[in-house]
């Protein structure tokens, strides 16, 4: 059986600045890729969007009981969605052998960027480094999902991705707000 490669998926994840950006000020790229994220849920453009400022804010944010459930019904949703027409267009076994590839071997290099992100900023909570590159690993698995199932990159999994890639981290959104870290 021939691997299949995680460029064959995902073009450039290799390169991807995983957490590079967490706690910077938000660029202009990041609020547009984050305003095409929200959109692509179902959000209104005028959204608002912040940034938590560092690890413990981000921590807070993601273990806040007021945080939208929305986004996650969603993308639940959206994640059955295509693995049924990906099912259909790969079948079973070729589907999961894809999506294996496209994430185990990427997931050392996430845990090790969120490691080093979270060491660089004094933070020793192993928990919290998992969070983070459990995270990263699920959107790189969706975005995967999502091209694997022949859809293009304004979908709503190819656009988170596209936020981890840049170096940020999605958190949610609580109290109407969406925050990157």
């Known amino acids: 059986m021939t691997p299949i490669l995680p460029s064959l998926v995902l073009p450039n994840h290799a390169d991807a600045a ?7 000020p938000l660029a202009p790229a990041d609020l547009r890729d984050a305003r095409a994220y929200l959109e692509a849920l179902g959000y ?7 940034v938590a400022a560092d690890w413990k804010q981000a921590e807070g944010l993601i273990r806040a009981p007021d945080w ?3 986004w996650w019904a969603k993308e639940e949703s959206e994640r059955e969605r295509l693995m049924r027409i990906a099912r259909e267009r790969l ?24 490691a080093i992100a979270a060491e660089r900023d004094g933070i020793a909570d192993a928990a919290l480094v998992r969070a983070a590159s459990g995270a990263a690993t699920m959107a790189l698995h969706g975005a ?15 656009r988170k991705y596209t936020l981890f890639e840049s170096g940020r981290w ?3 959104v609580v109290g109407g707000v969406f925050y990157l870290f």
């Open 18 to 24: 995983w957490f590079a950006c967490l706690g910077f």
């Open 44 to 50: 209104p453009p005028d959204s608002r969007i912040a």
């Open 68 to 70: 939208d459930q929305r």
């Open 91 to 114: 079948g079973h076994d070729a589907l999961l052998e894809r999506l294996t590839a496209a994430t185990e071997m990427a997931s050392h290099s996430i845990h090790g960027a969120a």
């Open 144 to 158: 995967a999902l999502a091209r694997l199932a022949g859809q293009g990159p304004e979908h709503l999994f190819v």
């Open 170 to 172: 999605p958190l949610g």
